[in-house]
T-cell receptor
Framework: GAGVSQSPRYKVAKRGQDVALRCDPI?????LFWYQQALGQGPEFLTY????????KSGLPSDRFFAERPEGSVSTLKIQRTQQEDSAVYLC?????????????FGPGTRLTVL | GNSVTQMEGPVTLSEEAFLTINCTYT??????LFWYVQYPGEGLQLLLK?????DKGSNKGFEATYRKETTSFHLEKGSVQVSDSAVYFC??????????FGDGTTLTVKP
């Protein structure tokens, strides 16, 4: 079956540009997570949705970062006025319910490079 | 807050050697613990998990035991193969399921 997909896989942006990263979770998965992974580090939590509700956005590093999931399925992470420090791999994950023992299924990530 | 500290890499072993990757954690409450693996060119995938103290997670010859008294979840395998070469991440999850990850340990197994 289809896993979590993300697009684009690679994105190069000039400093100051806006970018939008898309995540298609596994069908029927209620919970969706965004993580940021800098080179040589582990993923860092950004934000979490349960269906269309954004229940936790405590990890978003600044107000330039915005995420939405309007119909409880596809999610978009938007970064406005990109900066060089935004360069990272952005990972999306989904799981069936908001239980802490549930496995998260990860997408391949979008590698963002800000020049 | 929650945190995960794992053994720094890279780790290089010969085929059939014994593997240990250390992982310790700090968490409020009672977390679930995970090991994820990332093979070259692929996304993160769950390797094994344990949801309560003294549980042992196992998969593909890898094992890890949830030790509450030492707040540890060390990954072990008795005999590694070249195909085990990958980056391994220890992680914990509490509450609504968001995970806290360690920085990853790169394992290279040579024939």
């Amino acid at each position: 079956g289809a896993g979590v997909s993300q697009s684009p896989r690679y994105k190069v942006a000039k400093r100051g540009q806006d970018v939008a990263l898309r995540c298609d979770p596994i069908s029927g998965h209620v919970s969706l997570f965004w993580y940021q992974q800098a080179l040589g580090q582990g993923p860092e939590f950004l934000t979490y949705f349960q269906n269309e509700a954004q229940l936790d956005k405590s990890g978003l590093p600044s107000d330039r970062f915005f995420a939405e999931r309007p119909e409880g399925s596809v999610s978009t992470l938007k970064i406005q006025r990109t900066q060089q420090e935004d360069s990272a791999v952005y990972l999306c994950a989904s799981n069936r319910r908001d239980r802490d023992y549930n496995e998260q299924f990860f997408g391949p990530g979008t590698r963002l490079t800000v020049l | 807050g929650n945190s995960v500290t794992q053994m720094e890499g890279p780790v290089t072993l010969s085929e059939e050697a014994f593997l240990t990757i250390n992982c310790t954690y700090t968490a409020t409450g009672y977390p679930s613990l995970f090991w994820y693996v990332q093979y070259p060119g692929e996304g993160l995938q769950l390797l094994l998990k344990a949801t309560k103290a003294d549980d042992k997670g196992s998969n593909k010859g890898f094992e890890a035991t949830y030790r509450k008294e030492t707040t540890s979840f060390h990954l072990e395998k008795g005999s590694v193969q070249v195909s085990d070469s990958a980056v391994y991440f220890c992680a914990l999850s509490t509450g609504a399921g968001k995970s806290t990850f360690g920085d990853g340990t790169t394992l290279t197994v040579k024939p």
